[in-house]
T-cell receptor, first 115, second 118 residues
Framework: AQKITQTQPGMFVQEKEAVTLDCTYD???????LFWYKQPSSGEMIFLIY??????QNATEGRYSLNFQKARKSANLVISASQLGDSAMYFC????????????FGTGTRLQVFP | AAGVIQSPRHLIKEKRETATLKCYPI?????VYWYQQGPGQDPQFLISFYEKMQSDKGSIPDRFSAQQFSDYHSELNMSSLELGDSALYFC?????????????????FGPGTRLTVL
């Protein structure tokens, strides 16, 4: 089974609108961390936001917020007031448990922001 | 703010040659990670080091080896290169001592080294 599932291969949003990128995860470990990264066409991997499994509140970082629904095992990224520069590939990733360092990535969602 | 530095940024090699990729973590970060991202793929974890010791291992081929040095920089050595090794190789760094389930353990990625094997 996929550990991280991103069901939207591509999304379009108009500038200044909000957009939600979906991510569901699969783990039986009570301790895990969820990450979102942005990868522009230039290739670098930019950290956006982090949510720990024991965090009581949804994480927020500027225009980015994470809609964490633990019971549903979802960690959707919400980008408010989209900008043209937000056009990129977005990856959801999970670190599972205490004893591993590796991040498991989803297949990504390509977001296109249009004027 | 200082970021993760990777060198070289681009590398072209022939089949069966060797390559060495270098990574300099963010200052005070003691953990480094290596990932491989093939064309159109998501990144795949290769290996990680904490305080110069290997801390986790993923799908790293036996032809590859890596180490972390006393100044915390890391090198990924790749031998007998194959066409399928063509990829973007990322190094990431973090603070390893922070609780794994709390903030502060985020992995920050370098710009990547694009390796092309001909």
């Amino acid at each position: 089974a996929q550990k991280i599932t991103q069901t939207q291969p591509g999304m379009f949003v108009q500038e200044k609108e909000a957009v939600t990128l979906d991510c569901t995860y699969d783990t039986s470990d009570p301790s895990y961390g969820l990450f979102w990264y942005k990868q522009p066409s230039s290739g670098e991997m930019i950290f956006l936001i982090y949510q720990g499994s024991y965090d009581q509140q949804n994480a927020t970082e500027g225009r980015y917020s994470l809609n964490f629904q633990k019971a549903r095992k979802s960690a959707n990224l919400v980008i408010s007031a989209s900008q043209l520069g937000d056009s990129a590939m977005y990856f959801c990733a999970m670190r599972e448990g205490y004893h591993t360092d590796k991040l498991i990535f989803g297949t990504g969602t390509r977001l296109q922001v249009f004027p | 703010a200082a970021g993760v530095i990777q060198s070289p940024r681009h590398l072209i090699k022939e089949k069966r040659e060797t390559a060495t990729l270098k990574c300099y973590p963010i200052p005070r970060h003691d953990t480094v990670y290596w990932y491989q991202q093939g064309p159109g793929q998501d990144p795949q974890f290769l290996i990680s080091f904490y305080e110069k010791m290997q801390s986790d291992k993923g799908s790293i081929p036996d032809r590859f080896s890596a180490q972390q040095f006393s100044d915390y920089h890391s090198e990924l050595n790749m031998s007998s290169l194959e066409l399928g090794d063509s990829a973007l190789y990322f190094c990431a760094s973090s603070l390893g001592l922070v609780r794994r389930d709390s903030r502060g353990n985020e992995q920050f990625f370098g710009p990547g080294t694009r390796l092309t094997v001909l």
